[in-house]
């Protein structure tokens, strides 16, 4: 039998970060993952160059079911706090657009950065490393005088400790050793789950729409859509299996099973006035050429193709025809078949209830000892760093309590 402070599970961005800190406070750590690599999510994240936080944490860029349980641990370990980490260690990086924070060169400088700060602090890192039977140490089953708390075998050997951390994230991309795991320890401890889905993540289309995304697959155009009363001003990419950029991949954190999304395919215009003005300035010109002058050209073949107006010239349009073609453009009605689900997802939504669990510091409140942070927990962000600063700030809270 060992004993060790604090066994943390996982070590991806929440568990090494959770781990650097608590083992800086002078806790004995054991940080085990059963990957053959730490934090693989942070290496393939931001297309290989990590957006690690933004400038702009704020709250309505979460989602939980309870909209209050992250905003302690995201005002006491901020940005600002990690920012000043990476400034720390060297690492350059640079802002793509809306504060979005990215390393100027790899991705690996991030996990390199963690991985540091753990060896600096003597955490224990080992990987390859199953965990199994998990159980709470009765106080008549503790040795007298012991702290020790939980009790687990990992690769075989029988480990207990003070604290025990869950942080081994969510379900997506399971080729990267994601796991449900962390879902079935809090259900163990009977602490209730909401059914994860999946977030940040393109959509499938069927039926006679997914022609026109095959036809325009690789083309990008800057859309406003909506759903459920959320709106999200960014790119859309066509695919060959329907629709993705970052557009669909906020939207998609809302979208629902059978719900329509209403894409405005030319958000800074009024399409049906501009058409008005142009029939006059230019009435001879084509609806395809002048629709190709806004969009691309290969967008407005396909985009009218199917319909009556192709080979029309702006004068040809009736007051009711434009307005027909402008609602077309505006408010393109769409009801994706679903999603790539885990496969291609950035995050699960849904997870460990947060009201069972300390905002201060993600305790279990019924089971001193049992923490959770990162993305097990019901806490998922907009695309553009809010995951990681939530990784990051849900570690902090815990490594200051464990
Ligand atoms: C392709 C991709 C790109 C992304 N890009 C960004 C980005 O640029 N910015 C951003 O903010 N967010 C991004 N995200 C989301 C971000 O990666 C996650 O929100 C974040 O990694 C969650 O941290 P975590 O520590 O909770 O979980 P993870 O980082 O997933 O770590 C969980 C760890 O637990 C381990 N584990 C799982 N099951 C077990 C088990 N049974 N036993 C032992 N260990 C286990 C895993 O191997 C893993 O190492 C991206 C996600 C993906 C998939």
Redesign the pocket.
């Given at each position: 039998m060992q004993q060790t402070d604090v066994i943390i599970?996982?070590?991806?961005?929440?568990?090494?970060m959770c781990a650097a800190q608590a083992a800086a406070r002078g806790r004995t750590v054991l940080l085990?993952?059963?990957?053959n690599k730490?934090?693989?999510?942070?290496l393939?994240?931001?297309?290989g160059r990590?957006?690690?936080?933004n400038y702009h944490i704020s709250f309505d860029r979460y989602l939980s079911h309870n909209p209050h349980f992250y905003k302690s641990a995201l005002k006491r370990y901020t940005q600002w706090d990690f920012i000043a980490l990476v400034e720390k260690h060297g690492i350059a990086y640079h802002e793509k657009k809306e504060g979005q924070l990215?390393c100027d060169n790899k991705a690996s400088a991030i996990l390199n950065m963690l991985l540091a700060e753990c060896a600096a602090n003597k955490v224990d890192l080992r990987l390859k490393?199953?965990?199994s039977a998990i159980k709470a140490i009765s106080k008549s089953g503790s040795e007298s005088g012991s702290n020790m708390r939980y009790q687990l075998k990992a690769n075989g050997e029988l480990w207990q400790c003070e604290s025990l951390v869950i942080?081994?994230?969510?379900p997506?991309?399971p080729t990267?050793?994601?796991?449900g795991?962390?879902y079935e320890v809090a259900k163990q401890f009977n602490l209730p789950v909401y059914e994860p889905t999946a977030g940040?993540v393109p959509f499938v289309i069927t039926g006679t729409q997914k022609a026109l995304c095959e036809e325009l697959s690789g083309t990008s155009l800057p859309v406003e859509v909506s759903c459920r009363s959320k709106i999200f001003s960014e790119d859309m990419l066509f695919t060959h299996r329907g629709l993705s950029g970052p557009a669909m991949l906020q939207i998609s954190s809302y979208w629902q099973p059978g719900d329509y999304l209403s894409i405005n395919l030319m958000p800074h215009m009024d399409v049906a006035q501009v058409l008005r003005q142009e029939q006059h300035l230019r009435p001879k010109l084509l609806l395809r050429n002048w629709l190709a002058e806004q969009s691309t050209q290969k967008f407005a073949e396909n985009w009218l193709a199917p319909t009556q107006w192709h080979s029309h010239a702006l004068a040809q349009l009736n007051g009711a025809a434009m307005d027909e073609i402008a609602h077309g453009l505006q408010q393109w009605q769409i009801k994706p078949a679903g999603t790539e689900g885990y496969r291609?997802?950035?995050?699960a939504l849904g997870g460990v209830d947060t009201d069972t669990l300390s905002s201060k510091t993600m305790e279990v409140k019924e089971h001193p000892g049992l923490y959770f942070?990162?993305?097990?927990v019901d806490v998922t962000?907009h695309?553009?760093?809010?995951?990681?600063?939530?990784?990051w700030s849900s570690?902090v809270a815990a490594a200051e309590s464990v």
């Open positions: 599970i996982g070590a991806g961005a929440a568990g090494l085990l993952d059963h990957a730490a934090g693989k999510k942070i393939m994240s931001g297309g990590c957006n690690f936080t990215f490393t199953s965990v942080a081994t994230g969510g997506s991309i990267l050793g994601a796991t795991f962390g940040l291609t997802a950035e995050v942070i990162g993305e097990v962000g695309l553009g760093g809010f995951n990681f600063q939530w990784a570690a």
